[in-house]
């Protein structure tokens, strides 16, 4: 093709085409990483345990009943795994660009800053989904082992409400690895967040405030496990303690808590955005 | 038929309080090689990171063959390639699967992908290391995949900032040999550098910068010229050893004021005038026969104009 002096001799192709070029090759970055391959061995190694303790303890709270066993099992481990699949790929997905300077080697090409954005978010989730797919499979196949393959449909709900989960904890460590230019302090903020910080919120205004904890992101969460309850817990329970307190504890309802999970992924991840379209490479 | 061109309109950014770059104007055009000269913190790396997205400016606009760059950014960069500081590639990721990257994100076809990104890495003599991971590659090593990259995809406009850093003398060898063969490719290269002797080497005009603000923009022979005092140096190599007789019969071609026996194939002469007298006396050697095979602007003159500009805004 000629071209004249001005013109490159290519046509540059479309932002969604680019997101999908973008998210091929940090895909294929992240499966050569030791990073994917160790979080696969924390799944592996979760799986391995309960599998183990179970066969040989047979503990009555996860052999009673189909339900039970994928409460016990899935409804209390998965949310680690979920939290750890955000921070391992999404905690330095965006800082890493200025800190590694790898944002110098994408950026100054005829391609928008929102297309290296979603582009990397979705391999981050990609990633993220097959390490909580390894672990659904493992969960469904001890299931299918003790009590056939009539599996509980809440099951099937659980997964879907923690796969979406899983996006709203992608776009919120991406909305602070967006915050920050340093690949650690990102990491572990995000970090100190979802493992301590929101619980620790979520019991402290709950128990003793008695004010429900909407806003919290982890609360929403709880809707992954309550689904898998015989009976969905209430929207409030309050426990006395000794003689002259109480403590509430709160349980969002299923549309609440998708809600809030929505709203989590949506907000977070168009601050994110934002943040990443106007943070200067300095 | 437009030339390439590349052009700051008023262009400044402060961070904070600090000014890095005050109303910059300078419009490059044409396929020449441009050298960005000024001391550290003068604001030529700051130029080119606006000019590549990666900061935006405070006021004013970066225009590449008249498109602004943080208004249409896609069309402004699709002719452009770059290479600001060292940047790092996905460590897991071969040369061959990074440059396919910004092919693919370029629009290069896929028939034509292969061969581009092969010749690409073998002009920077990469071609051993296609298959490997970056991830082990030394900082020189990555700065080579890096300027392959920036050519890949056949750019008219190449935006350069110090590309010889982080090379062994070698590596700076074999980079200065690139972008000269890259001049003639009707290309328009706009390169920063510390080394005055690389942009004096490579680089047919200068541009000056000091505290962000423009000094001189200028063809090297008419800016040494306007700023030594009508004076210019050129060096000749000769395949001949040089004597005395030499010196003295050079010393009387017109325009000529001076001349010095550099070392046993060189020598330097000082003449009055601009590049028709540098024109002259190159003539006036060739009918001389004295094997003349080299011919050049001194670096040093480039360096004492450096020098008295950058001092004279201190």
Redesign the interface.
């Known amino acids: 093709m000629d071209?004249?002096?001005?013109?490159?001799?290519?046509?540059?192709?479309d932002s969604l085409a680019?997101v999908r070029?973008?998210m091929?090759?940090?895909l294929?970055?992240y499966?050569?990483?030791r990073r994917f391959f160790v979080l696969l061995g924390i799944a592996l190694i979760i799986s391995l345990l309960l599998t183990v303790l179970v066969g040989y303890y047979r503990p009555p709270t996860f052999l009673s009943d189909s339900l039970s066993f994928y409460s016990s099992w899935w409804g209390n481990s998965t949310t680690f795994v979920i939290i750890l699949g955000g921070i391992f790929f999404g905690g330095d997905a965006i800082s890493g660009e200025f800190q590694?300077?790898?944002?110098?080697?994408?950026?100054?090409?005829?391609?928008?800053?929102s297309s290296i954005y979603i582009g990397k978010w979705l391999s981050a989730f990609l990633a993220a989904t097959i390490i909580f797919g390894v672990f659904a499979a493992i969960t469904l196949g001890n299931g299918i082992y003790y009590f056939g393959a009539n599996v509980p449909i809440q099951f099937g709900q659980s997964i879907l409400y923690a796969w979406f989960y899983l996006a709203a904890v992608m776009g919120f460590t991406f909305f602070f690895s967006s915050l920050f230019k340093s690949t650690n302090l990102s990491i572990l903020i995000t970090a100190i967040l979802f493992l301590f910080v929101f619980s620790l919120v979520e019991t402290l205004v709950s128990a003793f405030a008695n004010i429900e904890p909407w806003f919290i992101l982890t609360y929403g969460a709880g809707i992954i496990g309550n689904i898998l309850q015989a009976t969905y817990p209430p929207r409030s329970v309050t426990t006395p303690v000794g003689r002259r307190f109480t403590i509430t504890t709160y349980n969002a309802t299923v549309p609440e808590g998708l809600a809030i999970i929505g709203l989590y992924f949506i907000i977070t991840t168009i601050l994110g955005l934002v943040l990443f379209e106007r943070k200067?490479?300095? | 038929?437009?030339?390439?061109?590349v052009e700051a309109l008023d262009l400044s950014k402060r961070?904070g309080s600090f000014p890095a770059l005050t109303n910059l104007n300078l419009k490059l055009e044409g396929?020449k090689c441009v050298g960005f000269l000024g001391p550290n913190g003068a604001g030529k790396t700051t130029t080119l990171?606006i000019f590549?997205?990666?900061?935006?400016p405070s006021s004013g606009q970066a225009l590449i063959?008249?498109v602004n760059v943080h208004t249409e950014?896609?069309?402004?960069?699709?002719?452009?390639g770059?290479l600001?500081?060292?940047?790092?590639?996905?460590?897991?990721?071969t040369p061959r699967?990074?440059l396919?990257?910004?092919a693919?994100?370029?629009?290069?076809?896929k028939d034509e992908r292969g061969k581009r990104i092969e010749e690409a890495l073998h002009e920077v003599a990469m071609d051993d290391w296609i298959d490997k991971?970056v991830g082990k590659f030394s900082k020189g090593m990555k700065q080579r995949v890096?300027i392959a990259?920036a050519l890949v995809?056949?750019?008219?406009v190449l935006?350069l900032d110090e590309p010889t850093n982080g090379l062994d003398p070698r590596g700076m060898s074999e980079v200065r040999s690139i972008i000269r063969s890259l001049k003639n490719k009707?290309r328009l290269i706009f390169m920063s550098s510390h080394l005055l002797s690389e942009v004096s080497d490579v680089c047919d005009e200068v541009a000056l910068i000091d505290h962000g603000k423009l000094i001189v923009y200028d063809k090297i022979a008419n800016i040494t010229t306007k700023f030594s005092g009508g004076e210019n140096t050129v060096e000749v190599g000769l395949n001949r050893p040089t004597d005395d007789s030499l010196v003295g019969k050079v010393s009387k071609i017109n325009g000529v004021t001076a001349v010095e026996k550099k070392n046993n194939a060189e020598i330097r002469i000082r003449f009055t005038g601009g590049m028709e007298v540098q024109e002259s006396i190159l003539a006036n050697l060739v009918r001389m026969n004295i094997g003349v095979i080299s011919y050049k602007p001194a670096a040093s003159a480039l360096e004492d104009v450096y020098l008295s500009l950058i001092k004279d805004t201190v």
């Open positions: 071209k004249t002096p001005t013109e490159s001799a290519y046509h540059v192709p680019q070029v973008t091929k090759y940090t294929l970055d499966f050569r990483s590694n300077k790898t944002g110098y080697f994408g950026i100054p090409n005829p391609i928008r800053r200067e490479f300095t | 038929m437009t030339n390439p061109s961070y396929a990171k590549t997205d990666l900061i935006r063959n008249g950014k896609k069309k402004a960069l699709q002719s452009v770059a600001i500081e060292t940047p790092e590639i996905y460590a897991a990721l699967e990074a396919s990257m910004i693919e994100i370029r629009g290069v076809p991971r890096d990259s995809s056949d750019p008219t935006l009707n």
